[in-house]
Structures are given as structure tokens and as C-alpha cells.
């Protein structure tokens, strides 16, 4: 049984389907190299994903595709709730803004729209917005 059908339902379930995928990016050019398999231990805990569960995930037979949504409003949302995961600790690092990139290029942006995309969801999740970008947000919901 794959281990994403032992979650039915809920944030553990998204997080463990985040999870998966960034695994299976990590892998993409062949192995998990040591530096790859210490950020993934990092979005493990950020993702609150069990000893079993990531064990479960590393497993080479285990290859998770990434699902993208049809509908632009859904990518943004998984770009979202993945950047809530991120900021937990309140900061990214260079390697989780690598593998942030690759998730977005994965969900249909092009690395072009998810460099700038990452770029504006940083300077927004760190508190670094311009005026113009906040009252244009704020604006929005008169």
C-alpha cells in the first residue's frame, strides 16, 4: 500500500504529498546525494513526517509524481501552503530556495515565472514588501 493512502484526509496527508515530491525532485538526476537527503531531513521536521514515513519516502522504488493542477488559482495555493511550511523557522536557505524553484518549475511554471514567483513570496513571507505591493494586496479587499 502506498504510504500516502494510509492519509485519507488533512494537513498531514498535504504535507507528506509535499514531502514525497520533493524527494522524488531530489532524485530526478539519479541519487540523493548527502547534501539533498540533509535539506529533505530539514523539510521532514518542518513537515512534521515520522522516522517511518521518510524512510517510507527515501525508498528508490517509491517515485511520487509531482500533481499538477489544472487551475493556475491551485498552483499558486500549494506554492503558498509550501511557503508557510518553509518560513516555520522563519527563514529559507539557499538549498530549500533550490528545491522551492524546482517544486514550482514541476507545477507548470516556467523558471523564468517561478524565479520571480519565489522572489515576491520571499520578500512577502520575510516582511521585505514594497508599499506599492502592499497596497495593492490591501487595496484588494476593499
Known amino acids: 500500500m502506498p504510504i500516502l493512502d494510509l492519509y485519507e484526509h488533512g494537513d498531514h496527508r498535504r504535507n507528506l504529498a509535499h514531502f514525497a515530491t520533493l524527494a522524488s525532485l531530489a532524485a530526478i538526476d539519479g541519487e540523493i546525494n548527502s547534501e539533498e537527503r540533509a535539506i529533505l531531513q530539514k523539510f521532514a521536521f518542518k513537515l512534521d513526517i515520522t522516522e517511518e514515513e521518510f524512510k517510507e ?72 514588501i514594497a508599499f506599492e505591493d502592499y497596497h495593492e494586496i490591501v487595496k484588494r479587499e476593499d
Open 57 to 128: 519516502v527515501m525508498k528508490k522504488e517509491n517515485k511520487y509524481p509531482i500533481e499538477t493542477p489544472h487551475s493556475g488559482e491551485k498552483r499558486y495555493q500549494r506554492l503558498f501552503d509550501f511557503f508557510q511550511i518553509i518560513f516555520s523557522d522563519h527563514d529559507i536557505d539557499e538549498e530549500e530556495r533550490r528545491m522551492v524553484e524546482k517544486y514550482a518549475i514541476g507545477l507548470g511554471f516556467s523558471p523564468k515565472k517561478a524565479a520571480h514567483i519565489i522572489d515576491k513570496s520571499i520578500a512577502i513571507f520575510m516582511g521585505k
